[in-house]
């Protein structure tokens, strides 16, 4: 089975719009839920698609993993056979810890060690930990799983820490030279 590329996606969604949607969809949930259909056929597997528009819309709060996800994924979850598996859709800037550790939890009581996640592009973060938890991760040659130490603003804590310890260092030292009459 050979999945579109962008190009492919968006003339499928261009088409749509000039249909005129029927059913009360957006076009791009039309494409979206053609293609989650197709690959449900192909692989017998159910399938989740959980992804932002981080890259698209990056200053939109609310686009990260966050602890009311899991309500999301209960109702999505709430009557698929189990015995199938899941194959996970991730494309996320990633976020909480703990809410992706409570999320990969439920997968794993859900379908036990039967999940695959799937990184069409991106999976930062507690969405590289999601995908780490999944029995087995599929990626194109394009895909990126990102790093999954924490990060403020998309900058590595560990670095602001440094950072922070070595002007305290500097502060000390500049203050033990000028108390013992040192020159600058």
């Known amino acids: 089975m050979t999945m579109p590329n962008w190009n492919q996606v968006l003339t499928g969604v261009s088409r749509q719009v000039e249909l005129g949607n029927k059913r009360g ?8 839920k053609k293609y989650l259909k197709r690959l449900n056929q192909y692989t017998k597997r159910n399938v989740i698609a959980y992804y932002s528009g981080f890259l698209s819309k990056p200053p939109i709060f609310g686009l990260e993993i966050k602890d009311e996800d899991k309500n999301g994924f209960m109702m999505a ?3 698929m056979d189990r015995e199938k598996g899941l194959d996970l859709f991730l ?8 809410a992706a550790e409570s999320l990969a939890d439920y997968l794993r009581s859900m ?13 930062m ?16 040659k394009h895909s990126n799983l990102g790093p999954i130490d924490p990060q403020i ?7 602001v820490t440094n ?10 030292e500049t203050h033990r030279k000028y108390k013992s009459g040192n020159s600058y």
């Open 163 to 172: 950072e922070i310890e070595k002007a305290y260092l500097e502060i000390q």
């Open 153 to 159: 603003n998309g900058v590595p804590a560990q670095g």
């Open 77 to 79: 979850i709430h009557q």
């Open 111 to 123: 379908f036990g060690n039967d999940v695959r996640a799937i990184v069409p592009q991106i999976a």
């Open 91 to 98: 494309h996320t800037p990633g976020c909480s810890i703990a």
């Open 125 to 140: 973060s507690a969405g590289t930990m999601i995908a780490c938890s999944c029995r087995s991760i599929i990626m194109g």
């Open 25 to 32: 969809q957006s076009a791009f949930d039309s494409v979206r």
